[in-house]
């Protein structure tokens, strides 16, 4: 394999740990009211947040394994 591939690769897999930390930081930055709220307003993506801001273990669990898989993969 080419050095540039690899080297793209790695870049990717960084680029993919940088989106989940802002998706784990947008995630934590919502309180629960808000949540809820934005569960009313929008049916389907309101509610997949309202269900991961519920569900705090096994967010927290899927996005820890997501940072841990692209740094080790980088």
Do not use: N, Q
């Given at each position: 394999m080419p050095t540039w591939a690899l080297w793209l690769a790695c870049a990717g897999f960084?680029?993919?740990r940088g989106l989940i930390a802002?998706?784990?930081s947008a995630l934590?930055?919502?309180s629960d009211l808000r949540a809820k709220e934005?569960?009313?307003a929008h049916p389907k993506?309101?509610?997949r947040v309202l269900r991961h801001k519920l569900d705090r273990e096994a967010t927290a669990a899927s996005i820890r394994v997501g940072m841990v898989?692209?740094?080790?993969?980088a």
């Amino acid at each position: 394999m080419p050095t540039w591939a690899l080297w793209l690769a790695c870049a990717g897999f960084l680029l993919v740990r940088g989106l989940i930390a802002a998706a784990e930081s947008a995630l934590y930055g919502v309180s629960d009211l808000r949540a809820k709220e934005l569960a009313r307003a929008h049916p389907k993506a309101g509610a997949r947040v309202l269900r991961h801001k519920l569900d705090r273990e096994a967010t927290a669990a899927s996005i820890r394994v997501g940072m841990v898989l692209s740094g080790f993969f980088a």
